[in-house]
């Protein structure tokens, strides 16, 4: 778990007009973005608004019917991409097991698995519940450990798709804590959150999303104090009646 993630050819990723409209119902309609290589980017925006879907199509679960997507200058790359999701899927194998399942293909001794896996759990506080079964860990523990398997393989883009939406707000606090930590080691984080407050302490810039589309991209400060578009004004209103401060 020392150093960061090596490279930075994947970035910018420049999305370009993706659309995404399945029996002809547009649910991404010609979203532009670009993503630099560090900090962390929140997706803002109502329900419905594609921001999931954004996320799906960046990680190859989503085939999106027309655009492109530049992976600095290139095709998306085979390896350094990893989503985490709001309900992480836990195999019925212990803590430790399901937190190396990323090494696998690295074709590591089980010696280093079991070592890199111990270091990470210790980073997300789980090391004393290592060989306990995934599947008896609470809501929260879960997210840790689905952002510990993640974190392990050394991901240039991390996806998280509404991480805390089901947790307390300590179990909140302790998931944000290791958003932060995976992005001091250098990861790429887009993240989707409902919680503006959230979106105030972990993000460097918001990108908000409405009808399919973006309609800004800008620093977190500005985005909350000088929004630029109808639409994000009205979703700060509707969603943020007291007053703001950071």
Known sequence: ??????????????????????????????????????????????????KTLLLRALCGLLVPCSGTLDWGGGARPERGVMMVFQNPMMLRASVLANAVLGLKPLNLSRHDCRGSGMAVLERVGLAHRAHDSARLLSGGEQQRLALARAWLTRPRL????EPTASLDPSATAEVERIVREIRTDGTRILMVTHNLGQATRLADDIVFMSGGRVHEHTPTRRFFSRPQSDEARRFIQGELPWRMSF
């Open 158 to 161: 991390l996806l998280l798709d």
């Open 1 to 50: 778990m020392s150093g960061g993630p090596g490279g930075g050819a994947m970035f910018p990723i420049r999305v370009r007009g993706l659309c995404h409209a399945p029996n002809g119902r547009e649910l991404l309609s010609g979203v532009d973005l670009d993503l630099g290589d560090e900090g962390i980017t929140v997706l803002l925006g109502p329900n419905g608004a594609g």
